[in-house]
């Protein structure tokens, strides 16, 4: 089990200091605010790192090895959902340059609800708008951000 965790750690700061990487690119500040789009993925990345030295320090100090730690199972129906919603994920970034972000956004929503067991089309639908608007409110009409609008749309 230690090296799960020292595993995933390792590459929890690898994304991290990735996203961060990027983000540096983006804080250009927006106008009325001191704030640019890039300072929440920095804050919630390092956030992310400190976690993650935290999880290698409980390991490492640690000295009690579960007795009878249950192995992963890599073929049960849980992790199948974790690799369907990775694919899903990468599905949604190519679709995010091609059709933007809303578009985008009701593809991911509405599918990793009805891969998490949702069946009812109206809750679905309902639910993928609600959290739509909400960003369309915060991030469009609030902050004054601008979504992908995609290749397709430009």
Not at 47 to 53: D, N, P, V
Not at 77 to 93: E, Q
Not at 123 to 140: D, E, H, M, P, R
């Amino acid at each position: 089990m230690k090296k799960y965790n020292y595993g995933i750690s390792a590459l929890l700061i690898l994304i991290s200091l990735l996203i961060i990487n990027n983000s540096l690119t983006m804080n250009a500040a927006v106008s009325g605010t001191a704030m640019g789009p890039g300072v929440w993925p920095i804050i919630l990345s390092a956030i992310m790192i400190l976690l993650s030295a935290v999880q290698i320090l409980q390991t490492a100090f640690n000295k009690k090895e579960p007795g009878h730690a249950e192995p992963i199972e890599f073929k049960s129906p849980g992790m199948k959902r974790i690799y369907i919603a990775a694919g899903l994920i990468a599905v949604f970034c190519a679709l995010l340059r091609l059709f933007g972000f809303y578009l985008s956004m009701v593809f991911l929503l509405s599918t990793v609800m009805y891969l998490l067991g949702e069946r009812n089309k109206v809750k679905i639908a309902a639910i993928t708008a609600g959290i739509l608007a909400f960003i369309f409110v915060v991030f469009v009409l609030l902050l004054d951000l601008k979504m992908p609008a995609g290749m397709l749309f430009k």
